[in-house]
């Protein structure tokens, strides 16, 4: 590929195309990258590496260091991420959501969770309130499914919590500007006015648990670089509020199943959803981008490409725990002793075994849903 065939990079909270170059977002965003020191601290206190730490999908943070540090001076600690409910949940939400499990046992944090079902029907042309809100609980669910604890997992609905949510929110709003949205978030004249409210209401979540609880507690957000914009304008008015500044882990996106481009729930042929029957989703992954060779003879001689391969991406970031089957994955491919339909064919068992699992869960979260959801303060 020429440089001229490559497609620019655009990565914001509501757009993710072109070639992402993670490095150049580093840059640009003015964030730190991941460290192994990081990575380690964080594996110390849960006891072993998670398989996204191990393998580098978390790429970037900001103060990081600083949170682990108030926890490991005996401090309370906090998490907060979220989903922006407009369809089915399909595998790239799942990644930051099984981290903050992962993050959650580790530092025996409580995870606030919020459903922007707002953001979604004021962004969206073709989404009523009433089917965003349904989303919402019908999203939790994956949520819960991921095994979060109850006891320590809050899930706000924007539009059905507001009264928990909205005086701090007003707070917030406060101190921003529209000049700031429009240059954070690139918002014009024609845009409506509740989307340029919306931030105020997704930056306030990283002072709840503070607000709640009477006392500042750190706060990570663990999720994909995408949603950097927001914390960037959060980190800009939390001293002057009295808060700490949230920290976060950046995650790289989990592709889709064609070339090119992260999964989106846009293109549902190239997604994997949660709610997809397992047949259909294993035909899906039948039918993924490899990048191997043209013809039988050629991928023995040549091998496959891995670094190309999306099929080998699924393996890499959730379907191959095991570090040392992994690499023998990645030399089969390499040396043309495994040939991608052979590859594709036990992938999509794996995704089969996966979402059988899952949606079980998904089904007894349905009995305690009601018991996650965010509760007036006592
Ligand atoms: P939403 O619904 O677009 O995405 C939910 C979460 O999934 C991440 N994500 C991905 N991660 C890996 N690979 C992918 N292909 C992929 N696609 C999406 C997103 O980064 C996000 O973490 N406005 C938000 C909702 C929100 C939120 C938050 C998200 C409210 N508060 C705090 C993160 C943290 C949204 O629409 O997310």
Same mark, same amino acid.
């Not at 943070?61 to 600083?66: A, P, S, T």
């Not at 959060?234 to 001293?239: G, K, L, Q, V, W």
């Not at 509020?241 to 976060?248: D, E, L, S």
């Not at 060779?293 to 023995?300: F, H, K, L, W, Y």
């Given at each position: 590929?020429t440089?001229?065939?490559?497609? @620019?990079?655009?990565?914001t909270p509501?757009?993710v195309?072109?070639d992402?170059?993670?490095?150049?977002?580093?840059?640009?965003?003015?964030?730190?990258?991941?460290t192994?020191? &990081?990575?380690?601290r964080?594996?110390?206190h849960?006891?072993?590496?998670?398989?996204?730490?191990?393998?580098g999908?978390?790429i970037?943070?900001?103060?990081?260091?600083?949170w682990?540090?108030e926890?490991?001076?005996?401090?309370?600690?906090?998490?907060?991420t979220g989903?922006?409910?407009?369809?089915?949940v399909h595998?790239?939400h799942l990644?930051?959501?099984?981290?903050?499990?992962?993050l959650?046992?580790a530092?025996g944090a409580?995870?606030y969770?919020?459903m922007t079902?707002?953001e979604k029907f004021?962004?969206r042309e073709?989404?009523?309130?009433?089917?965003?809100?349904?989303?919402?609980?019908?999203?939790? &669910?994956?949520?819960?499914?991921?095994?979060l604890?109850q006891?320590?997992t809050?899930i706000?609905?924007?539009s059905?919590?507001?009264?928990?949510?909205?005086k701090?929110?007003?707070?917030v709003?406060?101190?921003?500007?529209?000049?700031?949205v429009k240059a954070v978030?690139?918002?014009?004249?024609?845009?409506?006015i509740?989307v340029?409210?919306? +931030?105020a209401?997704?930056?306030?979540v990283?002072?709840l648990q503070s607000?709640r @609880?009477?006392?500042n507690?750190?706060c990570l957000?663990p999720?994909a670089?995408?949603?950097?914009?927001y914390?960037?304008m959060?980190?800009?008015?939390?001293?002057k509020?009295?808060?700490?500044?949230?920290?976060?882990?950046?995650?790289k996106?989990? +592709?889709?199943?064609? @070339?090119g481009?992260?999964?989106?729930a846009s293109?549902p042929?190239t997604?994997?959803?949660?709610t997809? +029957? +397992?047949?259909?989703?294993?035909?899906k992954?039948m039918s993924a981008?490899?990048?191997g060779?043209?013809?039988?003879?050629?991928?023995?001689r040549?091998g496959g490409r891995p670094e190309?391969?999306n099929?080998?991406?699924?393996?890499y970031f959730l379907?191959e725990?095991?570090?040392e089957?992994?690499?023998?994955?990645?030399m089969?491919c390499?040396?043309?002793?495994?040939?991608?339909?052979?590859?594709?064919?036990?992938?999509?068992?794996?995704?089969?075994?996966f &979402?059988?699992?899952?949606?079980?869960?998904?089904?007894?979260?349905?009995d305690?849903? @009601?018991?996650?959801?965010?509760?007036?303060?006592?």
């Open positions: 590929m440089n001229q065939d490559k497609q @620019e990079m655009v990565v509501w757009e195309s072109g992402i170059d993670y490095d150049k977002l580093i840059e640009q965003f003015g964030v730190q990258p991941m192994t020191n &990081l990575a380690e964080i594996a110390k849960a006891g072993g590496m998670h398989l996204q730490l191990r393998r999908v978390y970037s943070h900001r103060d990081l260091d600083w682990l540090g926890y490991e001076k005996g401090n309370k600690v906090g998490l907060y989903r922006g409910p407009s369809g089915h595998l790239g990644l930051p959501w099984f981290f903050c499990k992962y959650q046992d530092f409580d995870l969770f919020q079902d707002d004021l962004h073709d989404l009523t309130l009433e089917e965003a809100i349904r989303l919402t609980y019908d999203n939790s &669910l994956d949520v819960i499914a991921c095994g604890r006891e320590k809050h706000i609905s924007d059905d919590h507001i009264s928990h949510i909205y701090l929110g007003l707070k709003a406060k101190r921003i500007t529209f000049s700031t978030f690139g918002f014009n004249n024609s845009d409506n509740g340029i409210w919306h +931030p209401l997704q930056a306030m990283s002072f607000d @609880e009477g006392q507690i750190p957000i999720a670089i995408d949603q950097d914009p914390w960037r959060t980190r800009d008015i939390a001293e509020m009295g808060y700490y500044k949230p920290a976060q882990i950046h995650a996106f989990l +592709p889709g199943l064609a @070339e481009g992260k999964m989106s293109q042929e997604a994997i959803f949660t997809d +029957p +397992p047949k259909v989703a294993a035909k992954v981008f490899t990048g060779r043209d013809t039988v003879e050629e991928q023995r040549l190309k391969c099929v080998y991406a699924y393996y379907f725990d095991d570090d089957k992994l690499v023998d994955r990645e089969m390499k040396n043309g002793s495994i040939l991608c339909g052979e590859c594709k064919k036990q992938l999509a068992d794996r995704v089969k075994v &979402l059988t699992d899952f949606q079980a869960k998904r089904e007894k979260a349905k305690v849903l @009601e018991d996650f959801l965010l509760k007036p303060v006592k």
